[in-house]
C-alpha cells in the first residue's frame, strides 16, 4: 500500500462534501498512481469511467490497466472511452486511446 498524502487526504475531504464528483474522485486516482497504488488507482479509475463519461479517467485507467498487466480490462475501459470522448468530440482523446487500444489488441 502506498503511503497516504496530505493531498489525498484534501481531495477526501472536498469529495465528502460531494461524493459524485467525477474531477475530485479522478484527482483521488490520481494521487493514488502518483504514490505508487496503481491497483487502488486503476479501480478508482474504472468506477469513474464506469459511472460518468469523465474523458480522462478512461484514457488512465486504460494506461493503469495495462501497467498491470490487465489488458481485456484496458481494452473494454479504453472502447468505452473512445464512444465517450466521440459523443462529447473529444478527437485529441480519442486519437490517444485509440492508439493505445491498437498497441494492446
Do not use: W
Not at 25 to 49: C, F, I, N, P
Not at 73 to 98: D, F, P, S, T, Y
Request: negative net charge; proline residues 3%; glycine residues 8%.
Amino acid at each position: 500500500m502506498a503511503t497516504r498524502t496530505p493531498r489525498m487526504a484534501h481531495i477526501e475531504a472536498l469529495l465528502a462534501d460531494d461524493p459524485q464528483d467525477s474531477f475530485l474522485r479522478y484527482g483521488l486516482a490520481m494521487e493514488y498512481a502518483s504514490a505508487g497504488d496503481e491497483t487502488t488507482a486503476a479501480e478508482l479509475l474504472v468506477k469513474v469511467a464506469t459511472e460518468s463519461a469523465y474523458v480522462p479517467a478512461f484514457l488512465q485507467a486504460g494506461q493503469v490497466l495495462s501497467r498491470l498487466n490487465r489488458f481485456e480490462e484496458a481494452c473494454v475501459v479504453l472502447r468505452n472511452g473512445i464512444l465517450a470522448a466521440k459523443e462529447q468530440g473529444n478527437g485529441h482523446a480519442e486519437g490517444e486511446m485509440a492508439g493505445l487500444l491498437s498497441s494492446l489488441e
